[in-house]
């Protein structure tokens, strides 16, 4: 069983739309929850973390945890044909930030 | 503040060959991690180090592959002898306390 996935995708949204990905987890040690964005023949870079119920906004970017439904969810409002990447969300039990990934969702945002 | 270095950028090699990869991690950041990547799927954790030490290398091939860190600082990841499965991306990252992880650019494996 895969701790981390991410089952929605690819994702194809117009400019200007809300892009909403999600994730779950199986291991409910789960503490810390990282979004990283990955351009095509790039390597992932961080964009948000989140380690407690609720939401956190950053931006145009605001990542939601439920650590009851053991989900994860990033939210990109206003998207920009930019935002085009695979957007990888990861996990971690503990602080020494071993991170475990799903397999990524592939966006689109259509000029 | 000076990146993840990661060299080289691209190999191809035939199977049953050897290879290495390099990396230096962002200074400070007492934790490297290597991931391997392949197309489609997500990053998959090689190997943990902790300063010089292995702190998890569970899902490591031994039998083909190895990674040392020997001064704690920078680190290599052989393969040795390559399959054709073992075409990906590889991934070195670092972190520091209190620092979530930071990627290098990566190289990309081709075994032909």
């Known amino acids: 069983q895969k701790e981390v996935e991410q089952n929605s995708g690819p994702l194809s949204v117009p400019e200007g739309a809300i892009a909403s990905l999600n994730c779950t987890y199986s291991d409910r040690g789960s503490q810390s929850f990282f979004w990283y964005r990955q351009y095509s023949g790039k390597s992932p870079e961080l964009i948000m973390f989140?380690?407690?119920?609720g939401d956190k906004e950053d931006g145009r970017f605001t990542a939601q945890l439920n650590k009851a439904s053991q989900y994860v969810s990033l939210l990109i409002r206003d998207s920009q044909p930019s935002d085009s990447a695979t957007y990888l969300c990861a996990g971690t039990a503990r602080d020494d930030y071993k991170l475990s990934f799903g397999a990524g969702t592939t966006v689109t945002v259509r000029a | 503040e000076a990146g993840v270095a990661q060299s080289p950028r691209y190999k191809i090699i035939e199977k049953r060959q050897s290879v290495a990869f390099w990396c230096n991690p962002i200074s400070g950041h007492a934790t490297l991690y290597w991931y391997q990547q392949i197309l489609g799927q997500g990053p998959k954790l090689l190997i943990q180090f902790q300063n010089n030490g292995v702190v998890d290398d569970s899902q490591l091939p031994k039998d083909r592959f190895s990674a040392e860190r020997l001064k704690g600082v920078d680190s290599t990841l052989k393969i040795q002898p390559a399959k054709l499965e073992d075409s990906a991306v590889y991934l070195c990252a670092s972190s520091g306390t209190n620092s979530p992880l930071h990627f290098g650019n990566g190289t990309r494996l081709t075994v032909t």
């Open positions: 989140i380690y407690s119920n």
